[in-house]
């Protein structure tokens, strides 16, 4: 079933080979370039193009083996000095190559599918078209272009390599992901939790002297392969660590992405905003940036009427914040416990972190997915976090010839999730709402329909788009972010009870 769904899905993405790409198709062009005509030394200070390589290593190496077949199709794109060359073989080549890598991500959607604890037409059907139908990975890596489902196939398999317990796989795959993108990162204290219990610290039954031994074995065989992985990663670059570094953590691109992604910074600025214009029309003064981040550039930027926010806050929030989950994790086992934490780190990072980018809304989206068809309640937070997070995506594909293609991949896939997972939760269906959602739950959603109203049609019909033209992505942020952060605080009260809502569970039944 899975070939099948993997061949509908990618004929699918090839008739969307024609379609517009945003700057990020010009940023793996440039990549491309870089690292096939200039030697090593030279790959992360080239800066010809303002696309500069800001991938770890084992990304940069990629690009790097990519580039000796994109010059069968068209050497000059591999030329440095040609800026937004977009020949046709180019955008052929580049369409297609993510099209393949994207098999890395059905190897992992199948491993998932295998481990699962749910079987017959959950796992066979249901969950394979969940994830490789995934309307935000077609949105961005088919439409705006970028390569994002190969990593979450390595994603994928090192949390079916966890749940299976082959906890070295896990790890290895797991660093290995964290040195093709660093984003990543946010789901590493999950991975140190889980690890460091279920595998350092295992073997409580035998006797001290013996656990000690095999901990301190299992530390040191877990360390040398994520040690060993970052070494392999970084010893080309040793010479030159501070400016692969710097590529790496960019601080000064600002608190906010160039489209604000729907977290606590988006209400924050609109705060800002609202408090600016109101100190104006009172006639006071207030230093900052008018512009407030809504000309969809990446800038930095200073708030005029709310305190600064610097990269130090954003890391001791995101720090504080996921310290009650990980101490719950420590207290459990299963590897749906693990996964759960996974989708917590992600969320609270995505909420609290400096400079989210809109699609690190999928770090939570795609893991969530594995346990939807195991559990209600994380159904229920999938149906609605699947859907906002979907949404958000929108001000990334903004010309106005595929507001239908964008608007029919949300509705198909929102129509299917809906569908099959009430037809596996028969008994939490409520006719007064939609299939799993409580009756507010169900209003909310069914509000995107007049955001979606007024960005679209009421926005220019009301000649606001000259005065007012930052209004729509501000309503869709805001609006976005009100569904991310309720998502986030109920499943995360969720899990912090988590043996105790399992235990009444049981018991009902």
């Known amino acids: 079933m899975i070939l099948i769904i ?34 090593i030394n030279k790959w992360y200070y080239e800066d010809t193009s303002e696309w500069t390589l800001d991938y770890p290593p084992f990304f940069a190496w990629f690009e790097y083996v990519l580039s000796f077949i994109a010059r069968l199709f068209d050497e000059n794109m591999l030329i440095v000095n040609n800026l937004n060359y977009e020949s046709k073989a180019t955008i052929y080549f580049q369409r297609i190559s993510v099209i393949v890598m994207d098999f890395l991500y059905y190897y992992g959607v199948y491993r998932c599918c295998k481990v699962l604890p749910a079987k017959g037409w ?9 994830l490789i139908a995934n309307c935000g990975l077609i949105m961005l890596d088919h439409i705006h272009f970028q390569y994002n489902g190969f990593l979450y196939g390595i994603l994928l398999m090192s949390i079916s390599y966890m749940w299976n317990g082959k906890y070295i796989k896990s790890a290895l795959w797991f660093t290995v992901l964290l040195n093709f993108k660093h984003i990543y990162l946010y789901a590493a204290p999950a991975y140190f939790i889980f690890l460091l219990k279920n595998y350092c610290l295992q073997n409580k039954s035998v006797s001290t002297a013996i ?15 994520v040690i060993g992985v970052f070494f392999l990663s970084f010893v080309p670059f040793l010479d030159h660590l501070p400016q692969v570094m710097s590529r790496l953590f960019p601080l000064k691109r600002g608190l906010c992405h160039a489209y604000w992604a729907p977290n606590i910074w988006a209400l924050y600025n609109i705060i800002d905003k609202c408090g600016f214009l109101i100190a104006s029309k009172l006639g006071v003064a207030l230093e900052g940036n008018k512009a407030v981040m809504t000309g969809g550039l990446v800038q930095e ?12 806050v954003t890391v001791v929030i995101s720090l504080v914040m996921i310290t009650p989950c990980l101490y719950k994790l420590w207290k459990l086992n299963k590897g ?9 780190c992600s969320l609270t990072s995505f909420l609290f972190g400096w400079h989210v980018h809109e699609k690190a809304i999928l770090m939570a989206v795609i893991p969530l997915t594995i346990l939807s068809v195991i559990d209600s309640h994380d159904a229920r937070i999938f149906l609605i976090l699947s859907t906002v997070g979907h949404y958000s995506l929108f001000p990334l ?8 293609v964008k608007t029919l991949l949300l509705i198909l896939y929102s129509m299917y999730s809906f569908h099959s997972l009430s037809k596996i939760y028969t008994l939490y269906i409520c006719k007064y709402s939609l299939p ?5 739950e169900s209003l909310y959603l069914l509000g995107f329909s007049f955001i979606y109203l007024y960005e679209n049609i009421l926005h220019n019909l009301l000649g606001l788009q000259h005065t007012l033209p930052f209004l729509p992505l501000m309503l869709t942020s805001a609006y976005c972010s009100i569904g991310v952060l309720y998502c986030w605080i109920v499943y995360y009260v969720n899990f912090l009870k988590r043996t105790e809502y399992v235990q009444n569970k049981l018991k009902n039944k």
């Open 6 to 39: 993997t061949l509908f899905v990618s004929c699918l993405k090839l008739l969307l080979i024609p379609a517009y790409h945003s700057t990020d198709f010009e940023v793996h062009r440039n990549w491309l370039a870089i690292t096939h005509t200039l030697p």
């Open 301 to 312: 930027y200073s708030h005029s009427f709310l305190p600064n926010i610097t990269p130090a």
């Open 397 to 404: 594909l903004f010309p106005k010839n595929l507001l239908l």
């Open 211 to 225: 656990r000690n031994k095999k901990s301190w074995l299992n530390t040191i065989k877990l360390g040398s392969v």
């Open 436 to 440: 799993l959602l409580k009756i507010f």
């Open 122 to 130: 959950k796992a066979d059907v249901v969950l394979p078209i969940l």
């Open 336 to 344: 749906s416990d693990f996964v759960r934490c996974i989708i917590l």
